[in-house]
């Protein structure tokens, strides 16, 4: 039973939860509604958030909403179904939350082809003309990027009090995905173009699309991207060919061999730098000598996002532990590098490498003293990887994650994890903040 029912006494506690509750959706509180949550909350409180989140477009906490009982089909009597509200205003994030493989049985085929149209409508005729249709409101229509998950970003456009995110063509395709409907590359790709921009969730939901086909037909229409002259074309074609190879789960691991080779002859003709990125970023996911070759090549590149995808990809595919004296010693200098990035990123791959011969392990401990805390977290990092003590000390200094920070959280947990099995597992939990604990795992 929820709080607050055992009659007219706990009037002012349903009062207090609900205020709470949806206090902290309006926020974007997660940890904070997650905390409320794992007392019993009343359904119609847990509905109510849910419409909230959805209007604030706060994915993240719909779906722990979702997970704690809420009801994607309530709504109240004025309002639009959730999952056509979202289609209209145009989150992607929201709309995958919606149509989570728990919910789908919950809309039919014809619900769906409806959202199709619905999106597609948005998708042709423009978030700007709709919102000034809808609204009716006069003056400028602002214009903001937002993020709308982890790792995509939209535009939202702003007129007369109302948002609307310009993530239709995202949702458009996913549904399609979902009813089985196969658009041509061509239109696919136009879709993504619109936008041109890799961090954009229209880019990200088109290229993992068209890599989930896996067919010889979106290979080759993407190979021939290659000699396109426009560089965003060239870029979606090369992320579309990593994410094929990427995506392969299968034993025969059919487009390996293909990617290694058009990427091996790339990096050395490229000249846009985001696209050279790319295929060094595509390169360092083959485990080949030919790609470590292909990757020192440009080490010394003046572009930092050039060489930092050249400290991530060198070696970490290999099967062998140690890398190559050519590989270690580009690295060393990659973690000595004037940007913090490429410095953070030479780091992490020497860490996650295991190779123990002493040099690497006191150019990471060199780090722990860099003037860029996200440095010292990724020494931090690889020297518990390492098991060498200094890790220890150094993130006693750190102290705790950032709130909301997993790369911190994961790093640092590495060196309390080191200590804990180094001390003994009847002593306290060693992170900051803990008390007693009994170790249960490595």
Do not use: K
Not at 77 to 88: A, F, G, H, T
Not at 141 to 154: K, L, M
């Amino acid at each position: 039973m929820g709080r607050g029912t055992g009659g007219s006494g706990d009037a002012g506690g349903v009062v207090d939860e609900a205020s709470a509750l949806l206090t902290a959706v309006r926020a974007q509180d997660t940890d904070l509604v997650r905390s409320l949550l794992r007392d019993d909350v009343e359904p119609d409180l847990r509905d109510a958030a849910f419409c909230l989140a959805v209007r604030t477009y706060s994915a993240g906490i719909a779906q722990l909403l979702l997970d704690h009982g809420a009801d994607p089909g309530r709504r109240g009597p004025d309002e639009l179904l959730p999952l056509r509200r979202v289609v209209e205003f145009g989150s992607p994030a929201l709309a995958e939350v919606l149509l989570h493989h728990r919910n789908l049985g919950r809309y039919t085929a014809p619900e769906l082809l409806e959202m199709c149209e619905l999106a597609r409508h948005w998708q042709e005729t423009g978030v700007e003309t709709e919102l000034v249709r809808l609204t009716g409101a006069p003056g400028a229509v602002g214009r903001t990027r937002v993020q709308d998950d982890e790792n995509h970003s939209v535009d939202e456009f702003t007129l007369g009090g109302m948002s609307v995110r310009d993530g239709h063509a995202a949702i458009l395709t996913r549904l399609e995905e979902l009813l089985g409907v196969r658009s041509s590359f061509e239109e696919l790709m136009d879709r993504a173009l619109a936008h041109a921009d890799q961090d954009h969730a229209v880019w990200g939901t088109v290229t993992i699309r068209l890599a989930g086909h896996r067919d010889r037909s979106t290979w080759t229409a993407a190979a021939a991207l290659r000699a396109h002259p426009d560089p965003s074309h060239r870029l979606f074609g090369a992320e579309v060919l990593r994410l094929t190879h990427l995506f392969d789960g299968s034993d025969e691991d059919t487009f390996a061999g293909p990617a290694l080779d058009i990427f091996t002859a790339w990096s050395g003709e490229e000249t846009e730098l985001a696209v050279l990125t790319e295929v060094l970023v595509a390169l360092g996911e083959h485990a080949d000598p030919r790609a470590d070759a292909a990757l020192l090549r440009h080490a010394g590149h003046p572009c930092p996002a050039v060489r930092g995808a050249v400290a991530r990809g060198l070696g970490t595919w290999s099967e062998t532990p140690d890398f190559t004296e050519e590989a270690r010693a580009a690295l060393l200098v990659l973690m000595t590098d004037v940007d913090a990035a490429v410095r953070r990123d030479a780091c992490l791959t020497v860490g996650l490498r295991r190779d123990r011969r002493p040099g690497l392990a006191d150019a990471m401990a060199a780090l722990l003293d860099d003037a860029e805390r996200q440095v010292q977290i990724a020494a931090v990092h690889g020297l518990a990887l390492h098991e060498d003590e200094r890790c220890v000390p150094a993130s006693h200094r750190l102290g705790p994650p950032r709130p909301g920070v997993l790369a911190e959280e994961h790093c640092l947990e590495a060196a309390w994890r080191y200590e804990w099995r180094r001390e003994g597992p009847e002593l306290p939990d060693p992170r900051p903040g803990r008390g007693p604990a009994v170790r249960s795992g490595p």
